[in-house]
């Protein structure tokens, strides 16, 4: 039997090994088809949508890969009122998205923890339990994610960006914990939320074994939700400045991406996979791409055009000029290109999550 075949077959039983090895798989295409169908069988050809609202870029963070980091001065910064943060999510509502995600810099005042408390609870009033709520907003302290989850949220995603330690340590200054994060992310999980992380691709001095590790990660972890996407550097950072990407690399780093949504879908086979936007500002296709290689999940950007050229962690995000209308049209137009259909007004869920909780509940009755 072929790893291929191996991995398609049972879930969460590859070594760190096997996991390299299918990262480095000779024919990329083969190793997709293999994730896709894995993906086609536990989540059918639906692709759920989450519109994406950017509220903010001020960020007390200072990583040194992010376009938004705190020492970065050529940024323009925002935040949205909260009037406007709830006209998009409602917009996204309307639209049929079924769920929203908010992400912006991290900030952990109280009057930030109150103002997104009050935001979640006007957009609970209106889309009620059906409609999902994600959100995206760094390291908190557990209350902070309590009030929240009270308040509506009920899915939060904390990259922590790679699982090594020792390559954290060299990409954030000397006051980010690695260990903090992931407290965070086991913080989160207590609190009741489908919980997400992921990491990024393609970063200096990470290797495939680095990779195989992540996988195992989330594995270990058991998250519900992976968001993963290449690194693209940013001129105006630390770690992006000088190293701009040839169209060789960009084409590289677009399948390396790629490979481990695959890679991931073979091995945790049940999560939420989204194909990241990084991938999208790689390649036109790339979101397309992703879903062909095992992703499930799209977030469409629905921040106004007013504020998304604000909001660049990387250099070439895609889609700055398009209003919210147009990236629907052109999100459905991609879906259907593929032959899958875009999920309209369900929360999405991830079907980890839902086995979890179910047998959770029979648990308690019996
Ligand atoms: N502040 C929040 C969310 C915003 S950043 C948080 O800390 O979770 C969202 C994600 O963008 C980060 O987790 C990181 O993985 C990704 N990102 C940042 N800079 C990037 C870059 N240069 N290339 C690709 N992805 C990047």
């Keep these: 039997m072929s790893l291929l075949d191996k991995a ?15 990262l480095e798989w000779p024919d990329a295409h083969e190793l997709f088809a293999a994730a896709y169908e894995v993906k086609c069988r536990e989540i059918g050809k639906r692709v759920s949508l989450r519109g994406l609202v950017e509220f903010g870029n ?18 323009r910064r925002y935040r949205m009122d909260k009037d406007e943060i709830v006209r998009e999510a409602e917009w996204a509502f309307k639209a049929g998205y079924g769920s929203v995600v908010l992400q912006s810099g ?30 995206s ?7 902070t994610y309590r009030r929240w989850r009270e308040a509506g949220a009920h899915r939060y995603l904390l990259r922590i960006e790679t699982s090594n330690p020792t390559l954290y340590a060299r990409l954030h200054p000397a006051d980010h914990s690695w260990t903090d994060r992931l407290e965070c992310l ?11 992380s992921g990491v990024m691709s393609g970063l200096p001095g990470q290797t495939t074994e680095d990779l195989a590790a992540d996988i195992e990660f989330f594995a270990a972890e058991d998250l519900d939700m992976i ?8 001129k105006d950072t630390p770690l992006g400045k000088n190293t701009a990407l040839s169209p060789a690399e960009r084409a590289k780093r677009l399948e390396l991406g790629l490979r481990m949504i695959a890679a991931t879908r073979l091995h945790l086979h049940d999560v939420n996979i989204a194909a990241a936007t990084a991938l999208q500002a790689l390649d036109h296709e790339g979101r397309e791409k992703g879903i062909l290689a095992g992703a499930n999940v799209i977030m ?19 889609c700055l000029g398009e209003n919210p209308v147009l990236c629907k049209g052109c999100i459905e ?9 875009a999920v309209l007004n369900g929360r999405g869920d991830s079907p980890r999550w839902e086995k979890r909780t179910s047998a959770a509940k029979h648990a308690s009755i019996g």
């Design 137 to 143: 907003l760094g390291e908190q302290a557990e209350e």
């Design 8 to 22: 398609a077959a049972n879930a969460r039983i590859l070594t760190r090994r096997e996991l390299a090895t299918l």
């Design 300 to 318: 469409p950007n629905v921040t106004d055009i007013r504020f998304r050229s604000d909001y660049q962690l990387y250099e070439g995000k895609p």
């Design 186 to 196: 086991r913080t989160l999980r207590r609190c009741g939320y489908q919980t997400g």
């Design 333 to 341: 137009r991609r879906i259907t290109s593929i032959g899958e259909t």
């Design 106 to 135: 991290e900030l952990s005042s109280e009057s930030n923890t109150v103002f997104v408390e009050d935001v979640l609870r006007r957009i609970h009033a209106f889309g009620g339990d059906d409609f999902g709520i994600t959100i």
């Design 227 to 234: 968001g993963m996407g290449p690194y693209i550097p940013h």
């Design 58 to 75: 001020i960020c007390e963070k200072d990583c040194f890969y992010c376009g938004i980091r705190k020492s970065n001065t050529a940024v």
